[in-house]
Structures are given as C-alpha cells and as structure tokens.
Antibody, heavy 120, light 108 residues
Framework: QVQLVQSGAEVKKPGASVKVSCKAS????????ISWVRQAPGQGLEWMGW????????NYAQKLQGRVTMTTDTSTSTAYMELRSLRSDDTAVYYC?????????????WGQGTLVTVSS | DIQMTQSPSSLSASVGDRVTITCQAS??????LNWYQQKPGKAPKLLIY???NLETGVPSRFSGSGSGTDFTFTISSLQPEDIATYYC??????????FGPGTKVDIK
C-alpha cells in the first residue's frame, strides 16, 4: 500500500532553517511527483511547491521563491523540503503528498504531517 | 495567481440532507479542479479530481460538477462521518496550485 512517512516535529528559532523529509513506499517513486502543502494553526491549506521525482523539475509558490528548496533522493525514495529564514508565521503543519510526475495536479496520498514551530 | 472562493464558509445540515458547496475561480481553469475532505487533526483526503471524477474508494454520495470558473460539490445524503472541512483546489502548470478557503460542514 502507498505510504508517505514524514519526519518528526521540529522547533526552530526565527531566522533558522528546517528540512522535512518524506519517505515513500508502496509505489514506483520516480513515476510520480511530490507536492508540499502547509497549514497554519486553525487556517486553510497552502500549496508550497512541487518536485518531479522523475526528472527533478520543480515549481515553487511565488510567495516562497528564494526561501524554499525541494529535493528528492531516488535511491531511498525520499523527498525533502527545506525552508530558510524562518519566521513566526511559518509555524504550521507541513504535509507531503503524492502528485503527478509532469506538473502539479492533484494529491492522492498524503503524509501524516510534520509540525514545525518557529518561536524565540 | 488564480484566486479561489468557496461558499458557504460553513453550514449545518441534518443527516440525510443534500449538501451543496460552490467554488469559483478568478479565471477560466477548464476542469482543473479537485475537492478534498479534511477531518480535524488529519491529512486531507482527495474525493473528486478534474471536477467530476470520483477518486477510487470514495462513496458515490459525493459528486462534483462544473467547468470554467464555476464548480459545485454535492453530498447527496449527509452522513455523520461526513463532518469535516471541504476544500476545492485548482491547478495550472504555469501559475501553480491554489486552494479555496474551505467550507466547514457539521450536523444540525
């Protein structure tokens, strides 16, 4: 069965960076992409960007351009999302989700979420 | 960016009622519109993709329709387990992905 298992909760200080991992299993990793979606406490869903595990192409939300980097390690079927220069409003649950390999489209399997807290 | 609006923002209905949520895009998105269900403390779940296609394993009481800028999501007979927040989501290969603000559904 398809599973996406994310790394554990993080607490970071403003200005620091965080890197969240998402290990995929139960499907051919390089046949799909991964999108990252975050949700601030009590708020809605915000798409952060997408990476193709097929060819490494990326598409980042304009709001996060320059602060976010998404990568994959096909040898371990793991996707990573790094967010830099953290601010208090980056406090959120971060989700990875399986997506299309060619472009971001729809998200059929999701990780369990990783809470990132940014606080001094 | 393509902006998405949803209405209503919340609703209360009785078990067995027909529930309808609308989603409007700020520009023509063809049928590039998906619907998700999110229960508290859980990851979202894909219900409908490409406006009207039911995801595998999703009960047939859920349905979607529309194209262009106006879309509708319907629960034909509300069940207690349908209590959740529902989000629409559009995708565009140049402009990226946007979610609607969500509609919270509960039981009257």
């Amino acid at each position: 069965q398809v599973q996406l298992v994310q790394s554990g909760a993080e607490v970071k200080k403003p200005g620091a960076s965080v890197k969240v991992s998402c290990k995929a299993s139960g499907y051919t990793f390089t046949s799909y992409g991964i999108s990252w979606v975050r949700q601030a406490p009590g708020q809605g869903l915000e798409w952060m960007g997408w990476i193709s595990a097929y060819n490494g192409n990326t598409n980042y939300a304009q709001k996060l351009q320059g602060r976010v980097t998404m990568t994959t390690d096909t040898s371990t079927s793991t996707a990573y999302m790094e967010l830099r220069s953290l601010r208090s409003d980056d406090t959120a649950v971060y989700y990875c989700a399986r997506d299309d390999y060619g472009d971001p489209t729809h998200f059929d399997y999701w990780g369990q979420g990783t809470l990132v807290t940014v606080s001094s | 960016d393509i902006q998405m609006t949803q209405s209503p923002s919340s609703l209360s209905a009785s078990v067995g009622d027909r529930v309808t949520i609308t989603c409007q895009a700020s520009q023509d998105i063809s049928n590039y519109l998906n619907w998700y269900q999110q229960k508290p403390g859980k990851a979202p779940k894909l219900l409908i993709y490409d406006a009207s296609n039911l995801e595998t394993g999703v009960p047939s009481r859920f349905s979607g329709s529309g194209s262009g800028t106006d879309f509708t999501f319907t629960i034909s007979s509300l069940q207690p387990e349908d209590i959740a927040t529902y989000y629409c989501q559009q995708y565009d290969n140049l402009l990226g992905v946007t979610f609607g603000p969500g509609t919270k559904v509960d039981i009257k």
